[in-house]
């Protein structure tokens, strides 16, 4: 037989397994059968390097085959799956080291005391499918030319086999050296397992590595992991709860149980913690066995998980990304129940488990420092007070007095924190231990004065002094200490905040609290849970009332000095999201929920009122800044008679500025702040008795004396004058300030006295983060969803439009666009390029149907085609007195707003104004609207029709995008 025919016939009775022939494969099997096909195959006298590759790659696919069925048919968990693809590792990696020594013909002597150890993940006998195999070639001394060539001989082939090989050829002294210098290579060696060769080189290295890990001490290396832990979570992320973490390297991630797996075992020597997470790990008794289960069913969860993004990635993939989200959930046995979608209980399953690997770390790590430390050195004693309150201080860190239970007396751990905060004196990890371990017995206090004294001095802080400006953002790092560091800095809310989520002290006082922990929407607006996104909203504002975000926001900064409602406005800012993920409109659910609370934690009947009203309506303000015409003037009446009082409104846009800018840092820009300044000021303007907005008449004819009068100024003669006065209809006398239409007037005087057909002007507005385009040409149907057209292609989202028909027949349309990052489109180039555009398109001179069909789906992110936003057409004709409201939401797309207005030219509607915004992939485009004799519509046939047509049109964009995106 030739070498071909035995290697496939050796190959093939190996593999002649369905999924369940599988099961029977062990590593012992594994070794036989390879070694026999290895024999078989080298038996000819024709067998190459090549032959000896194909086999070990078709036992290399065997193996990983027949872990995938397990895993993906649930007989095997993740874990369990990780270490039956090291174990089956180990097999080829022992294997090829045997035949390797065997092919490369060398003198055994020469390869006398190499040896071959596993290190890092792999050391632990954990691998997942896609990551490296970590080897150490150990030698007893300088390697000689024939160990050389033999480990080269190994990764070489090993890579062929398309392995991703992480190596090392020391020497023991090497290793050592190595160790002492780099606490990583410390840490993977405190992992090495004997893969092959001599046992006794390898004992003697585990000996010496042993000596100088105790020589060199646990506290240096205890400190060292602890730094790069923080390191770490600053570059994944200081938060466990975004919405798209990194499973591995995240905060309460794997990365973060397996630090806490290499301080104890570093601490409390490598003989006695083989495995964190065993049964008999629990005698040492740093855990409780209730905590030891919880910590092994949240590493089984994680590694569940990597194993499948891995699969489903096809590479060493570990940041849970929201196109995987639903992949892995689904796969993981998460489907719909009730309101909440499979992908959502999926992840707050995830965020759980996160949450509880931060606990673990509280929980384990005080225990291992004190152990690495030795006995506490003397430090300053707590005084008579904080003795008769049940406290110390050890390390200048407060903790209770021995004897004291929380158990017995819960409150005691409000009091800690209380103490903790009026002091500055940090909490012990001891101290945080304790309140994880009793956090249950905080369910005792619901109805407890003084704990609800504590928790609002806890959630408001102390009043601002004297407010700064400028002072810049801090970031949510330094606000909340890593595991109790003492950071010697007052702390703000959003501290106590995060302790008491941590600890779970908040979900037992608050039920409610409880069922936004780690809830998430799936959306790409939102960048953190629900429950972090409030702590997050809380630091915020914490900032803003104390002047540190002055220059970021400085319209909130003014409307927070000297604020009255504290404790108000912070309860509301606590309690705006807290009935999210309950179906329904969590505004209102929030609202009765406030009502229940509030008196509960000592808010008065009138405070108990504001909240719940502020709760209610959270987003009155944004919706309309947003979605709708603030020019029009039924706008500003329909939110002053909700608002009715000053302070409410003040409160109100507070709430509004911090519950956006804590979404991310993207979703608040210079337009936005404008839009809702604005809106502020003419509510307030109404709500003082100022101007009243009725007197629609009033207001143009004063507009138009103004301008009347600077124009005069200027020079201008009185026909001019009156021309241009003459020109705009009420509307547009509402819709701008003087300033623009004094440059109205010099575009229309310029382009008559030229008669150019078209004039297109561009003005970057940084401070406002938009640039402006005013286009001045003869009106004509369809120029507005032409316009929009060549704004897209040019790269440009509009987010305002203002559309006049003047008295002479010309149409003056003024655009405020944003870039791709959200600010003013202002480079020279991209700027001329729109212009060109934009004059191609009003001219018909760009086919806008055929270039927008080239934008191809790809260049949408993986994050935005995972999720599905089910196209929507809401028409209001409540919202203004002249104008049909026509809501669009659909998946935002490039071409999308094009499609839209064209739709709308085609039903014979005319644009008045038009209001984009964008909430992460999901675009709400309003459009103000009349019918084709300037009226309002009011037919209800004629409305259903609309929306019915609208609708058919958005569903087969969407569906024929959708399949562009699948293909």
């Known amino acids: 037989m030739n070498a071909p025919l035995a290697i496939a016939s050796a190959s093939g009775n190996a593999l002649r397994t369905g999924h369940r022939g599988c099961l029977p494969l062990t590593p012992e099997s594994l070794a036989a059968e390879l070694s026999e096909s290895l024999s078989e195959a080298e038996a000819s006298p024709e067998f190459s390097r090549e032959d000896a590759v194909a086999i070990f790659r078709r036992y290399l696919g065997r193996y990983q085959t027949c872990v995938r069925e397990q895993f993906e048919a649930r007989e095997i968990r993740g874990a369990a799956a990780a270490k039956r693809l090291a174990a089956f590792a180990d097999v080829i990696i022992r294997t090829l080291a045997a035949f390797a020594r065997q092919t490369t013909d060398t003198d055994d002597r020469a390869l006398h005391g190499l040896t071959i150890a596993a290190t890092g993940g792999y050391g632990r006998g954990l691998l997942a499918p896609f990551s490296d195999i970590d080897l150490l070639f150990l030698t007893p001394e300088e390697p000689a030319p024939a160990v050389l ?136 008794g740093l855990l409780t066995d209730q905590e030891a289960a919880r910590a092994r069913r949240s590493w089984d969860f994680l590694w569940t998980v990597r194993m499948h993004l891995h699969y489903v990635a096809g590479r060493a993939e570990d940041r849970l990304t929201f196109d995987m989200q639903p992949v892995v959930g689904g796969r993981m046995g998460y489907t719909r129940h009730g309101r909440q979608d499979g992908v959502e209980r999926f992840m707050r399953h995830y965020f759980l488990t996160a949450r509880e690997v931060m606990r673990l770390t509280h929980v384990l790590e005080p225990t291992v420092l004190r152990e690495a430390r030795g006995p506490a050195a003397a430090s300053v004693r707590a005084d008579d007070a904080m003795r008769d309150a ?33 002091r500055h004196i940090p909490t012990h990890p001891l101290a945080r231990q304790q309140l994880i371990r009793w956090e249950r017995r905080a369910a005792a206090l619901r109805d407890d004065p003084e704990t609800a004294r504590i928790f609002l001095d806890l959630l408001c802080g102390d009043p601002p002094e004297r407010p700064r400006r400028g002072a810049g953002r801090i970031p949510a790092a330094q606000e909340e200490a890593d595991n109790g560091t003492d950071t010697r800095q007052p702390h703000g809310p959003a501290h106590w905040l995060h302790v008491l989520n941590e600890t779970g002290l908040l979900g037992a006082l608050i039920p409610d609290w409880s069922r936004v922990v780690g809830q998430m929407q799936f959306d790409t607006y939102h960048i953190f849970t629900v429950d972090e996104h409030t702590i997050e909203a809380i630091r915020i504002l914490s900032c803003v009332e104390n002047g540190k975000m002055a220059d970021e926001i400085p319209i909130a900064y003014e409307l927070a000095k000297g604020l009255r409602s504290r404790r108000v406005l912070y309860m509301a800012v606590l309690l705006h999201d807290i009935a999210k993920g309950r179906g329904g409109d969590h505004s209102e659910l929030g609202s009765q929920i406030a009502l229940e609370l509030c008196p509960r934690l000592g808010l008065s009947p009138e405070e108990t009122e504001t909240v719940s009203w502020l709760v209610l309506q959270h987003l009155l303000l944004s919706y309309t800044a947003f979605q709708r015409d603030i020019d029009d003037p039924k706008t ?72 009347r009068e600077i124009l005069e100024d200027e020079g201008a ?114 700027l001329a390029r729109l212009a060109s555009q934009a004059e191609r398109a009003v001219r018909g001179n760009l086919d806008i149907v055929e270039e927008i069909s080239r934008l191809s789906p790809g260049r949408l992110s993986s994050r935005t085609r995972a999720i599905l936003v089910p196209p929507r057409v809401v028409i209001d004709n409540r919202a203004s007195s002249t104008c049909t409201v026509i809501e669009i939401n659909s998946r935002d797309r490039p071409g999308l707003l094009y499609d839209v207005t064209r739709s709308l030219n085609e039903l014979k509607l005319q644009i008045a104004s038009a209001h984009i915004t964008t909430y992460g992939v999901r675009a709400v485009d309003v459009f103000y609207v009349k019918d084709m004799f300037g009226l309002k519509i009011t037919d209800e046939r004629r409305l259903k029709e609309i929306t019915a047509r609208l609708k058919e049109r958005l569903d087969t964009i969407e569906a024929r995008y959708s399949t562009k995106i699948s293909a």
């Open 390 to 422: 049940g406290f110390t201080l050890l390390d200048g860190q407060i903790l209770p007095e021995r004897g004291i239970s929380f158990d017995l007396e819960p409150v005691r751990m409000f009091r800690m924190l209380e103490l903790s905060r009026e």
């Open 717 to 830: 003669d009185p026909e001019s004058i009156r021309h241009f006065l003459d020109l705009g209809y009420a509307s547009y006398w509402l819709s701008f300030d003087q300033d623009t239409q004094l440059r109205h007037a010099r575009i229309i005087r310029d382009a008559e006295a030229r008669q150019a057909p078209l004039t297109i002007e561009t003005q970057p507005l940084p401070s406002r983060g938009v640039t402006e385009v005013t286009i001045y040409t003869a009106d004509h149907p369809g120029l507005f969803a032409r316009i929009a057209g060549a704004m897209s292609l040019a790269g440009a989202t509009i987010v305002d439009a203002r559309i006049h028909t003047l008295s002479n027949g010309m149409a003056l349309d003024t655009l405020w666009i944003q870039d791709a990052s959200g600010t003013a489109f202002d480079e020279p180039h991209r």
């Open 149 to 284: 060539s033999l480990v080269e001989y190994m990764l070489y082939f090993l890579w062929d086999l398309g392995l991703k090989v992480g190596h090392a050829t020391r020497s023991i002294s090497q290793c050592l050296e190595e160790s002492a210098k780099d606490t990583t290579v410390r840490t993977a060696l405190l992992d090495a397992r004997l893969l092959s060769g001599d046992q006794s080189l390898f004992a003697m290295f585990e000996a010496r590595f042993i000596i100088s890990c105790v020589e060199a001490g646990a506290v240096s290396f205890v400190m060292a992991k602890r730094a790069e832990r923080q390191t770490r979570h600053r570059r994944f992320g200081d938060s466990p709860y975004l919405v798209e973490p990194n499973i591995k390297e995240g905060r309460g991630g794997l990365r973060d149980m397996q630090t806490l797996y290499w301080m104890c075992r570093y601490t409390f020597g490598t003989r006695h913690v083989a495995d964190l997470l065993v049964p008999e790990f629990s005698r040492l």
């Open 636 to 707: 500003i009446l329909d939110v002053a008679d909700v608002v009715q009082s000053p302070e409410r409104l003040r409160l109100l846009l507070l709430l509004t500025i911090v519950d956006m800018r804590a979404v991310s840092p993207r979703v608040w820009n210079a337009w936005k702040a404008t839009l809702l300044r604005e809106l502020y000021t003419r509510v307030a303007e109404v709500l003082e008795g100022g101007l009243a907005t009725t007197e629609r008449d009033v207001r143009v004819s004063h507009s138009k004396d103004i301008l």
